[in-house]
């Protein structure tokens, strides 16, 4: 397999670089294209995410921006975060300014290909070795000539290697898109049910739009026969504590920085006759438990352990939350999750005397629920958890691709390894 050794200067055709001046937005959502900035790439998702973006209207589109990416083109992010890259979808749905540029590959090199080089952990090592700033990182655009790739000279391989990482990359995504849409399909069935009280009455209508009986509480007016209760009077707060009487010889411990909106990014796996556990590794996770960081809550530091890995323990960070009763915690993850919830969380977080912003397990108990009846509990629950079921196993999948992808694509650009003609992702 032939090589040759060139910058990334010679193989990008067009570079959309609109940095330099702040782009004027417009407080209006959903105005005419959302323009992203760089907390929207993310190593795990092949396109940009549409995160806390500001909008912008036709007129700043057709007019102030020098150019717009096109689809293939291949997103680099030069300050923050720099050498994070994601691939630009076939419909472009936003637009590009500060900290960022979109590269457009030369017909000589593959686009898919190149994407996969650029994400090498060799190049990104460069990149990292490059960068300036030392509050903020910054690789600066006249470096992409002294960025130097590895490239495989044949088309045909660039092809090959290009397109299985791609379509590895294309599944995990697949796979987030259908979480995505499990979530909000959990939300707002929660929402219609739990919340505005429409769920189905004996003759299948919505039960408040319908007259259903209402009568007032504390939390004002619920159903009738609904009453309210405390979590911690349904649940167990941090029950279980590790300790070396356990006599574990490892550890699978999470912390509180690794886990987003019920997404693990890392779990540490600690062999405890070798390494020193750490002093907060100390509460234990038994399947389905919630773990919910007390430390700001609207970091959305939580998440519902569908199944745990062996010996797993949670930071003393966490507040780990367990059913004790016939409430299952995929409905209580459901309360805790609500907007209303983090915004009251955060609030008596910002009044706490600690170094940050903190609730304690308490202030989790004291949180208000509904209980409605034992029969309108499981058919909610029936469906909310096969939505969480199946949310746990695309993770988990996703999981194993990105492991997969990250151990054979340096194999793969290096020649050790080549993909077989009839191999399909």
């Known amino acids: ?28 959502e959903n105005e005419y294209l959302p323009l992203i900035a760089t907390n929207c790439i993310n190593d795990e998702r092949l396109y940009p995410e549409l995160l806390k973006t500001r909008s912008i209207d036709e007129e700043t589109y057709l007019n102030w921006f020098r150019s717009h990416p096109e689809p293939g083109d291949i997103i680099f992010v030069n300050k923050g975060t720099p050498g994070k890259t994601a691939f630009v979808p076939e419909k472009v749905n936003f637009c590009i300014a500060q900290d960022m540029v979109a590269l457009r590959v030369k017909s000589e090199y593959y686009n898919r290909y190149i994407y996969a080089v650029l994400n090498d952990p060799k190049v990104r090592d460069q990149i990292d070795n490059m960068q300036v700033g030392t509050l903020i990182p910054h690789f600066k655009k006249t470096d992409f000539k002294n960025l130097k790739l590895k490239i495989i000279t044949n088309i045909s391989k660039q092809k090959k290697i290009g397109d299985f990482y791609f379509n590895i990359c294309k599944k995990i995504e697949l796979n987030y898109n259908t979480i995505e849409k499990l979530q909000q399909v959990s939300q707002t069935l929660f929402k219609h049910w739990f919340i505005d009280f429409e769920f189905p009455n004996e003759e299948g209508n919505p039960y408040k739009s319908s007259g259903g009986e209402m009568v007032e509480s504390e939390l004002g007016e619920i159903p009738e026969g609904w009453v309210s209760s405390n979590i911690s009077e349904v649940c167990l707060l941090n029950k279980g504590s590790y300790s070396k009487k356990d006599g574990w010889s490892f550890i699978n411990y999470l912390d509180t920085s690794s886990i987003t909106n019920n997404s693990i990014t890392n779990i540490q796996l600690i062999d405890v006759e070798k390494e020193k556990v750490p002093s907060r590794a100390k509460r234990k996770i038994l399947p389905n438990d919630i773990v919910y960081s007390t430390v700001r809550p609207n970091q959305y530091h939580y998440g519902l352990i569908k199944d745990p890995l062996p010996n797993m323990l949670a930071s003393t960070g966490f507040t780990v939350i367990r059913s004790n009763s016939e409430y299952p915690n995929d409905l209580i993850y459901m309360w805790l999750t ?19 912003p903190s609730v304690k397990a308490d202030d989790i108990g004291k949180l208000k629920i509904l209980i409605p009846s034992k029969n309108l509990i499981k058919k909610l629950n029936d469906i909310i958890c096969k939505n969480h079921n199946q949310i746990w196993n695309y993770q988990q999948e996703n999981k194993k691709l990105s492991e997969l992808r990250d151990t054979l694509l340096p194999k793969l650009l290096s020649g050790e390894i080549e993909i077989l003609d009839n191999l399909e992702v």
């Not at 209303?340 to 969380?345: G, P, R």
């Open 1 to 28: 397999m032939e090589f040759k050794i060139t910058s990334l200067d010679d193989i990008v055709e067009h570079c959309v670089d609109n940095r330099g001046k702040t782009c004027p937005t417009t407080e209006k």
């Open 338 to 356: 609500q907007k209303e919830m983090t915004k009251h969380l955060q609030s008596v977080a910002e009044q706490s005397t600690s170094a940050y």
